[in-house]
RNA sequence: GGGCCUGUAGCUUAAUUGAAUAAAGCAUCUGACUACGGAUCAGAAGAUUCAGGGUUUGAAUCCCUGCAGGCUCACCA
């Protein structure tokens, strides 16, 4: 049975038997823990059409549940609040129901498609916490629409060309020496990032020295050797010049080759890679196009501009006088071809930082002045930056924190942790690693995750590696708890059919509250896909661990004498640990059946 | 200067489609394993929800003003 919907239906019974009268929307909400019950209906609406102060009309809606509905076993009235309380009969009910039913919180599939867009780094640098952000936040996002049914595809764009991988280009040219992944030992990604920082060090003593002979620091910029020949490379690359395209092919495969690892290791996966030099040819040819048809304007130095004051915005460039793309333009054209791509798809989401919303509300204005009626379905899935507690997380000052560094300290971690534990001392150390690469990345994953993301975030490493509180190892840690008393039962041979669960007649407070969370379930990762927002799943996973872990410590298990009791707590702990898990899931989060 | 966002216990966060005495974690203090896993649980203490006005039966939430912080407004990406 659907509790939620039974009880709406009865309460619109009750309003036109005593009042003649429907309300559209029902205010129900979750009973504070001080009062009796466990769902609450405000009243001070429903006072408006039944004509009655909201106490009285409380009682009035209070008694007709409990002597038609069948659900409703008692009512307390405070204020204008009816706290209804549930029958125990009926969350067993619901209970089984649930337990029955294998796919409990699996949404049907109504053939929605939407295509998640995340990670989509520069191909100069390696990955680094912010990224983290964004690649987990992506990762659930998707997850999170399959759970509700939807056909996903999780694709990114790799900027793979422009002036940011010339200048690494530029520096390992100067100063390489030929060096590679494989000579030097360094991860590809990792090397290519270290000429980066390389590139940026020389341009500044550059810069330095142009300055003391009397050049101004804007000519300066321009005329330092080594940015020059950055540009130069630029230019060669899209001349399509032999020796360019060889070396910028076999860097950016270094970056690809690390990036691999470090994606492997997030457990984050794509169906499909898009290349910005593989766009930006078709974003010129509907630039121009939209030149032809009028939607944009050519100036006398051939640049082309959109025009959006209309829209309360600016004038934009989309293609320099040169002829040569700017990051608008490749972002109209890979937008476009995914459409190509995947025609079906009815929504498209691009997790971007919110430093982007200005570039994407463009984005999507100039693909509606294209004509493309999906522009209206693209979404701009904006999160806040990740600040140090020192601050904000700057590559000038080398405060950045990188990505590879990070999870292998979490996991580290981890295995310090559960080894002073000692409470898997007959593991091997294959399953020891195993562990604490799940226990270690779910903590960071959660720490990143819990956060709303549109907010900005501060990232505490000395918190962030905490195991305990509000944290996914604590979550995790109740789920391998619950998974040792399910080996116990089987190993008292204690079946539970479902025929059983409906002996048990009352229930204790504790086994309320956690099926009350475990029923609304569906509701919450609808909630979460609506607000684009796994924070949603994460609260809920660590409100559900918290309620079980009461559950735990105050009431029996094997203990009880209750045969029927002890079945239903055994069936009912299974639930709870299955449910952890999906939620936990929809995080790219891992649970453990032992820690 | 224009636009967008944020401001909640010492710290990190919930609650933001208006609803009851604002909810957790960390840190601090006090308790709980001869019972099913103490990475746990119970309890104490901790809040003028940035400030001031307004709307409402009711405001952390909506409106206005101010303050503080962030992002953005490139022929950069």
């Given at each position: ?105 699996v949404l049907a599939s109504d053939d929605k498609e ?32 399959k759970?509700n049914g939807y056909k ?444």
């Open positions: 049975m659907n509790l939620d919907i039974s009880l709406r239906s009865e309460i619109h019974k009750a309003l036109a038997a005593l009042f003649n009268q429907s309300v559209e929307q029902l205010q129900i909400q979750p009973t504070n823990k001080e009062f009796e019950g466990s769902h609450t209906l405000v009243c001070f609406p429903i006072a408006k059409v039944s004509k009655k102060v909201p106490e009285e009309t409380a009682k009035l809606v209070g008694e007709y549940l409990l002597t038609h509905s069948g659900i409703v076993g008692s009512y307390n009235v405070v204020k204008g609040f009816l706290n209804l309380v549930i029958t125990d009969q009926v969350w067993v009910e619901v209970f089984r129901s649930i337990y029955s039913n294998p796919n409990f919180g939407i295509m998640v867009e995340y990670s989509s780094p520069n191909t100069n640098k390696p990955l680094h916490l912010g990224h983290l952000r964004n690649n987990f936040l992506g990762f659930s996002v998707a997850e999170i629409y759970g996903v595809h999780k694709v990114q764009i790799i900027n793979d060309r422009g002036i940011h991988i010339c200048k690494s280009m530029a520096a390992w040219k100067l100063f390489g020496n030929s060096e590679t992944p494989l000579s030097s030992g360094v991860k590809g990604d990792h090397l290519v990032g270290k000429y980066y920082v390389e590139f940026d060090k020389v341009f500044k003593s550059q810069i330095k020295e142009l300055i003391t002979k009397g050049v101004a620091e804007k000519d300066a910029e321009k005329q330092a050797p080594i940015m020059q020949l950055a540009v130069d490379m630029l230019l060669k690359w899209e001349a399509k010049d032999a020796d360019t395209i060889q070396l910028w092919k076999t860097m950016n495969g270094w970056v690809y080759e690390g990036f691999s690892s470090t994606y492997k290791r997030m457990g984050v996966d794509f169906e499909k890679l898009y290349y910005e030099s593989e766009t930006y040819l078709l974003g010129k040819e509907e630039v121009l196009r939209g030149v032809e048809n009028g939607a944009f304007i050519k100036k006398e130095d051939g640049s082309v501009w959109v025009d959006l004051t209309s829209d309360g915005l600016d004038q934009k460039v989309l293609l320099r006088s040169d002829g040569t793309s700017v990051y608008m333009t490749q972002d109209i054209g890979t937008a476009i071809l995914r459409f190509r791509d995947f025609p079906n798809i009815n929504k498209q989401v691009y997790t971007v930082g919110n430093e982007q919303e200005y570039h994407f509300k463009v984005l999507f204005l100039i693909l509606a002045k294209l004509g493309y009626s999906w522009a209206n379905e693209c979404y701009h899935l904006s999160y806040g930056m990740v600040d140090l507690p020192t601050g904000k997380m700057k590559s000038r000052e080398g405060t950045v924190v990188d990505a590879d560094d990070l999870m292998a300290e979490m996991v580290n971690e981890a295995e310090k942790q559960t080894r002073e534990l000692g409470k898997i001392e007959d593991m091997s150390d294959e399953e020891i690693k195993d562990l604490s690469e799940m226990v270690g990345l779910g903590a960071l994953k959660f720490f990143l995750l819990k956060v709303d993301p549109k907010k900005r975030m501060m990232f505490d490493p000395a918190e962030s590696i905490q195991l305990q509180g509000h944290t996914g190892p604590f979550i995790q840690y109740t789920h391998a708890r619950i998974k040792a008393i399910l080996r116990k039962a089987d190993s008292l041979g204690i079946l539970v059919e479902e025929g059983d669960l409906q002996k048990v007649t009352s229930l204790e407070l504790a086994e309320r509250e956690a099926l009350f969370l475990i029923n609304s379930y569906t509701n919450k990762i609808q909630e979460a896909a609506n607000e684009y927002s796994p924070a949603v799943i994460a609260n809920y996973a660590y409100d559900l661990a918290k309620e079980y872990n009461q559950f735990y410590q105050s009431i029996p298990i094997f203990n009880e004498s209750d045969a029927d009791k002890l079945k239903f707590r055994i069936a009912f702990s299974r639930v709870v640990a299955d449910t952890i898990k999906k939620s936990m899931n929809l995080l790219g989060i891992q649970v453990p059946e032992r820690m």
